[in-house]
């Protein structure tokens, strides 16, 4: 299997979502009815992170063997990727599990059809670090301290609220603030916190220049949860359901693809492509991934922000899960 990393940022507004979804639900379209007479054409939004498998699906052809024509969209952070398909801008979007189940716990018209990142069980792919010099050893040192997570109170940073709680450090006597992936090295050069949670590539980057990891909450607490899932707007999904199952289908190629040891070159060059980067500087590990979605670890992740506060109302994974998405039990039944 291709080896690993992971994402996730601050939950919509539920009114403000769903003021945007009334408004907007009348424009979006049947793809199925549009494209009768030749391939569906779909708009996909993909994040910044945990992109290679679409890519992987568009650059192989898996998407034209299932009749889709697929046009790849460039998103930001996970509120405006919810946004952008609860608008109609896109058919489909990937999104943060978490952001997406509390986006619909809200009322937000969504639906997901599947899986796609997920949390590695057994390499480490972020994690809370510090500057070499800080004096900052264990999480119990960060009491009274500043935290740069990629979204405050967005679900993402859940389990650091859990490696605190767990290391006596409670969630008031800490202090978060919001600080991008990209912007995290300079927020610890410059002091203004005295530690991050990168993920992904920015982790393994952050690691290679010598910052200290003190703490991998996400594999601790969240190990085989899904991070990136597939998610769409639930009058298209009535509307296409067919449509959904190619892309599923599609993805399921892509993923298979994407996990093969022998294949990391050529995901490496897909990274390195859409990042604009020499290929020489890509990641030489990628987050697992799975179009089947590992329900009872989902759902453990929803319950840890009901603890929180984050949510109000406890969710039921099935019921943000579309009735035909491929799903398991768990982890351990696969």
């Given at each position: 299997?291709?080896?690993?990393?992971?994402?996730?940022?601050?939950?919509?507004?539920?009114?403000?979502?769903?003021?945007?979804?009334?408004?907007?639900?009348?424009?979006?379209?049947?793809?199925?009815?549009?494209?009768?007479?030749?391939?569906?054409?779909?708009?996909?939004?993909?994040?910044?992170?945990?992109?290679?498998?679409?890519?992987?699906?568009?650059?192989?052809?898996?998407?034209?063997?299932?009749?889709?024509?697929?046009?790849?969209?460039?998103?930001?952070?996970?509120?405006?990727?919810?946004?952008?398909?609860?608008?109609?801008?896109?058919?489909?979007?990937?999104?943060?599990?978490?952001?997406?189940?509390?986006?619909?716990?809200?009322?937000?018209?969504?639906?997901?059809?599947?899986?796609?990142?997920?949390?590695?069980?057994?390499?480490?792919?972020?994690?809370?670090?510090?500057?070499?010099?800080?004096?900052?050893?264990?999480?119990?040192?960060?009491k009274g301290k500043t935290i740069g997570v990629v979204g405050v109170k967005s679900g993402?940073?859940?389990?650091?609220?859990?490696?605190?709680?767990?290391?006596?450090?409670?969630?008031?006597?800490?202090?978060?603030?919001?600080?991008?992936?990209?912007?995290?090295?300079?927020?610890?050069?410059?002091?203004?916190?005295?530690?991050?949670?990168?993920?992904?590539?920015?982790?393994?980057?952050?690691?290679?220049?010598?910052?200290?990891?003190?703490?991998?909450?996400?594999?601790?607490?969240?190990?085989?949860?899904?991070?990136?899932?597939?998610?769409?707007?639930?009058?298209?999904?009535?509307?296409?359901?067919?449509?959904?199952?190619?892309?599923?289908?599609?993805?399921?190629?892509?993923?298979?693809?994407?996990?093969?040891?022998?294949?990391?070159?050529?995901?490496?060059?897909?990274?390195?492509?859409?990042?604009?980067?020499?290929?020489?500087?890509?990641?030489?590990?990628?987050?697992?991934?799975?179009?089947?979605?590992?329900?009872?670890?989902?759902?453990?992740?929803?319950?840890?922000?009901?603890?929180?506060?984050?949510?109000?109302?406890?969710?039921?994974?099935?019921?943000?899960?579309?009735?035909?998405?491929?799903?398991?039990?768990?982890?351990?039944?696969?």
């Amino acid at each position: 299997m291709v080896t690993k990393r992971r994402f996730a940022r601050k939950a919509f507004s539920g009114l403000a979502v769903s003021a945007l979804a009334i408004g907007t639900l009348a424009a979006c379209g049947s793809s199925e009815e549009a494209s009768a007479d030749g391939p569906v054409k779909l708009r996909v939004a993909i994040a910044p992170i945990q992109f290679e498998t679409a890519r992987i699906a568009e650059e192989k052809g898996y998407f034209e063997d299932q009749g889709l024509d697929v046009e790849l969209v460039n998103g930001a952070d996970p509120a405006a990727l919810l946004a952008q398909v609860v608008s109609g801008d896109v058919n489909v979007a990937i999104g943060s599990w978490i952001n997406v189940a509390t986006s619909f716990s809200q009322g937000v018209p969504i639906q997901v059809i599947g899986g796609n990142g997920m949390v590695d069980p057994e390499a480490d792919n972020s994690g809370v670090m510090v500057a070499k010099d800080s004096g900052v050893k264990e999480l119990a040192d960060l009491k009274g301290k500043t935290i740069g997570v990629v979204g405050v109170k967005s679900g993402g940073d859940i389990p650091v609220l859990q490696a605190l709680e767990a290391a006596g450090v409670k969630e008031k006597e800490v202090t978060e603030v919001a600080v991008p992936y990209a912007g995290m090295e300079a927020a610890l050069e410059q002091g203004t916190v005295d530690a991050v949670v990168p993920a992904d590539s920015f982790y393994h980057q952050m690691l290679e220049k010598g910052y200290q990891t003190i703490s991998n909450p996400v594999q601790e607490f969240q190990s085989s949860m899904p991070v990136t899932v597939w998610t769409v707007q639930k009058q298209w999904l009535e509307q296409n359901g067919e449509t959904a199952k190619k892309f599923d289908a599609a993805m399921q190629d892509a993923v298979k693809f994407y996990s093969d040891p022998a294949n990391l070159e050529e995901v490496r060059k897909v990274h390195a492509e859409a990042n604009q980067i020499d290929v020489a500087d890509a990641p030489k590990t990628f987050v697992p991934a799975d179009v089947t979605f590992n329900v009872a670890e989902a759902q453990s992740g929803i319950d840890a922000m009901v603890h929180f506060g984050l949510v109000e109302n406890k969710v039921i994974v099935k019921d943000v899960l579309w009735d035909e998405a491929p799903t398991r039990a768990s982890a351990d039944a696969k």
